[in-house]
């Protein structure tokens, strides 16, 4: 008799019970004599102790890149990699980049048409009041037509 | 605690209720009790014994010391509201924009790099405060103060020889008209003790001036001041103790600072300290770090090693 294996109930969502940062590492490369490393230096200086401490979950190094743009790349649980160069972006705007590469999840950018997206596609769409048969309490309760 | 005029004049009001009853039928809070005692013995001209706190006594002393001060003669109390001075009008406005504020900055905006520029200002500055200081005229307190902005050139001319008896500096000009240039323009006396005239083709024994000592703190202090005025350059407090020489307090002049790397801030940055998930590499990662940090590396090596294959490159 061939062992069966256990038919999956429901399937795991991100954020449905628990969840997982996508961002696993973040890179932050700078330039100490080029100036358009100077908002990415001081961003390292002032803001980066706050935004460790803020995101234990994500590792984070920081090494020099002598002669080449400031960049911060982000490494992802999906194994993809995210790099956004920050060149003479001011401290404030360093620390959006940031931010922006945590949220990610490291999936391509996909245009998004809807407003709610789902994992198992209707193939009849989702209901609408204006199309169709009329609904009536008497049809949905089972009592007869009058 | 800053007080609440309004509730306390609303309090006065209810106590003031109470007061002219005249007897004491109501229950009231022992702080109620003692600011109507108070107010009952201001309305009886009683002597004040009671303050409410050391603050209200300081205002009391400041108030009774206002009251000690002279009216001044043309003093003219005013009548009316149109009568006060007026802050903040227009015409106010007007009146104080037509003063423009013209801040002079004690060191220049614009800093000397040159090192002979720098060389010329220091030497230029040792001349004014000997001069300034050995004059019998003049401050001796802020010797670097009232200086000349236009020097003559004639400074860079003038040598220095110390007395071998006393120590004390003096200052030795290569003729008459230098000197007196040199006075007309610092406003010092001429007949100043310590100052020699020699010929210039003349070499003095005691070695350049930049090996002199900065004993005399006075003049140390005015030296550095002076210089730094000369030259834009900041010199730091540290640097200032450690300077004894004028040739010290040019070194300190013309070597630039050395840039802080972000790496050196960082590991001094205490509150990195105790992040676990952060690391701070010194140095460029290189694909070779990378693969150290994945562990490949030395498979690459062995497999490098297996083939003949240089590890390093050629």
């Known amino acids: ?146 | 605690m800053r007080p609440l005029l309004q509730a306390v004049a609303a309090f006065d009001t209810l106590l003031s209720g109470f007061s002219r009853q005249g007897h004491r039928n109501y229950s009231i809070c022992r702080q109620c009790h003692e600011r109507l005692q108070l107010r009952a013995r201001r309305t009886s001209h009683a002597p004040r014994r009671v303050a409410f706190s050391s603050l209200s006594a300081k205002r009391n002393n400041a108030a009774e010391a206002t009251d000690q001060l002279e009216t001044p003669d043309d003093y003219l109390p005013a009548e009316t509201g149109e009568s006060l001075e007026w802050i903040g009008s227009k015409e106010w406005l007007e009146a104080r924009d037509a003063k423009p504020i013209r801040h002079k900055p004690f060191l220049p905006v614009k800093k000397l790099t040159k090192p002979q520029d720098i060389f010329r200002a220091l030497h230029r500055s040792l001349v004014e405060i000997y001069a300034r200081a050995s004059s019998t005229q003049g401050s001796q307190k802020h010797l670097w103060r009232d200086t000349a902005p236009n020097a003559p050139d004639e400074t860079q001319l003038v040598r220095f020889k110390v007395e071998p008896s006393s120590g004390k500096v003096v200052l030795v000009f290569p003729d008459r008209e230098a000197k007196a240039r040199l006075c007309d323009a610092l406003g010092a006396q001429m007949s100043g003790a310590s100052w020699t005239i020699e010929e210039s083709s003349r070499e003095t024994q005691e070695g350049h001036w930049a090996s002199l000592t900065l004993g005399d703190v006075a003049t140390k202090f005015a030296i550095i001041k002076r210089s730094m005025q000369l030259t834009g350059i900041r010199i730091s407090d540290a640097t200032i103790n450690s300077c004894s020489t004028p040739q010290s307090l040019l070194a300190a002049l013309t070597t630039t600072p050395k840039d802080i790397k972000v790496v050196d801030s960082l590991a001094e940055d205490r509150r990195l300290k105790g992040l676990d998930n952060v690391t701070i590499y010194g140095q460029r990662l290189t694909a070779m770090d990378k693969d150290q940090q994945l562990g490949r590396w030395k498979v690459i090596e062995q497999e490098l090693e297996r083939r003949g294959l240089p590890i390093f490159g050629s």
């Open chain 1, 1 to 146: 008799m061939p062992v069966a294996a256990i038919r999956a109930v429901s399937k795991g969502q991100n954020g449905v019970g628990a969840f997982i940062l996508q961002c696993k590492r973040l890179d932050f490369h700078y330039c100490d004599w080029a100036g358009s490393s100077k908002g990415m230096n001081a961003f390292l200086k002032h803001d980066l102790p706050t935004f460790a401490r803020a995101n234990p979950s994500i590792e984070i190094t920081v090494s020099p890149r002598p002669r080449r743009h400031p960049v911060i790349r982000g490494h992802y649980i999906n194994g993809r990699e995210r790099v956004i160069c920050v060149r003479n972006l001011e401290k404030a705007q360093v620390q959006q980049k940031a931010e922006i590469l945590k949220n990610a999840n490291g999936e391509k950018v996909k245009r998004v048409n809807k407003p709610v997206g789902s994992l198992n596609e209707s193939v009849r769409g989702v209901w609408d009041p204006y199309r169709g048969g009329a609904v009536s309490v008497r049809d949905v309760l089972g009592l007869p037509k009058r």
